[in-house]
């Protein structure tokens, strides 16, 4: 039976300034399906996951203490992405996501095989195209403010 596809709609990213999770600073997302920013209860949820996934020590020789999370407020559950620079120029990324009926219960999705739909996408070649400029350009004088302060917000 073939797939049948939904009309493609414009969803709101909305980038939400920085949040610090104990010695880590993320950047934060919103992407709805519905609304112009995720509900800030989804954020609340999605906290203590994030502290789960994260290495005990931010900063170290190979990783740098920064990352960014979406979330994803979607027509089928609501999805976690929590993603942090290591190692230079590799970045480390889990996916979480929340049915419909149990919305602020995240859990892994890995097994999925699941990394990123083409609204999240969007944030991550903004990231990557920003971790170049600012981090990976910069030898001896990375820019991490400009990087942690700046990010992507539009209709797409």
């Not at 610090?20 to 509900?39: H, L, T």
């Not at 190692?87 to 990123?116: Q, R, Y």
């Amino acid at each position: 039976m073939p797939f049948t596809f939904k009309p493609y709609h414009k969803r709101t990213i909305r980038f939400r300034g920085t949040q610090p999770y104990d010695d880590w600073k993320f950047k934060q997302y919103s992407i709805s399906a519905y609304n112009e920013n995720a509900p800030a209860v989804l954020f609340e949820a999605a906290a203590p996951h994030i502290r789960e996934l994260l290495p005990p020590q931010a900063v170290n020789a190979t990783r740098y203490g920064v990352g960014f999370i979406i979330v994803h407020e979607a027509c089928d559950g609501n999805y976690l992405l929590v993603s942090w620079w290591e190692g230079e120029n590799m970045l480390c990324h889990h996916v979480l996501g929340a049915a419909s009926d149990t919305p602020l219960h995240f859990k892994s999705i890995k097994d999925s095989g699941i990394i990123a739909c083409v609204w999240e996408l969007e944030i991550l070649y903004f990231e990557k195209k920003l971790w170049s400029e600012k981090i990976l350009m910069q030898p001896g004088q990375p820019d991490f403010d400009t990087y942690l302060s700046a990010g992507f917000s539009g209709n797409i």
